[in-house]
């Protein structure tokens, strides 16, 4: 039995991923990287010296972004979820993150929302552990209702409204359940990569 991991931190999660993207690296299949996160340094002007300055982070984009040896592109935004549901909030997954994935998508390149749905009991269930990739496109119209409401929002100045939650059977049916499997000469399990950025594609990773 693949020994998947019943509960992960977000960190613990990208790490998983970006485990299983150096393998099929090695193996020339594909490679992916982290996007950078940027920042804009500007002068304070609380500050009647001007000398004090502020560092304001730029709204990051999608966790990874990388490229298969077929030249077609991809980007993924990695999140875990404890509860029952991923809510779609700001708070939880930002608006510039998905209207990047949504842009890249629109030239060809494919765009992931991947989650990791913690194990879950309870006096009357038992959720395992599952991993969904669900595809950030333009004809999936709840991806740029999001953005959509988030751009009103802003402009108005006021809350967004909410957008609504992704539980564990939306997941699976709107995107594909991820497998995870043990790469040789390796004793722990990694989400299978190319379940969903090459389904009819295997190797060993």
Request: hydrophobic share 40%.
């Amino acid at each position: 039995m693949i020994p998947v991991p019943e509960k992960l931190k977000g960190k613990a999660f990208e790490a998983c991923l970006m485990d299983a993207a150096s393998r099929l690296e090695r193996s020339g299949v594909l490679t992916m990287s982290r996007y950078g996160t940027t920042a804009v340094v500007l002068k304070d002007d609380s500050d009647p010296t001007g000398k004090r300055t502020k560092t304001i982070m730029v709204p990051s984009l999608p966790d990874f972004e990388g490229v298969m040896n077929t030249g077609r592109q991809f980007n993924i935004e990695a999140k875990v979820c404890e509860g029952p549901s991923f809510e779609m909030r700001k708070d939880k997954i930002k608006p510039k993150q998905v209207e990047h994935m949504l842009k890249r998508a629109r030239f060809g390149a494919m765009s992931y929302l991947v989650i990791f749905f913690c194990a879950r009991k309870g006096k009357n269930f038992n959720h395992p552990a599952i991993t969904v990739a669900l595809p950030v496109t333009p004809e999936v119209p709840c991806w740029q209702a999001y953005v959509d409401a988030h751009a009103v929002a802003r402009k108005l100045k006021i809350p967004a409204k909410p957008q609504g939650s992704i539980s564990r059977a939306v997941g699976q049916d709107m995107g594909k359940l991820v497998p995870w499997l043990v790469p040789k000469n390796c004793r722990t399990a990694v989400p299978d990569l190319l379940s969903f950025l090459w389904p009819d594609a295997r190797t060993i990773q």
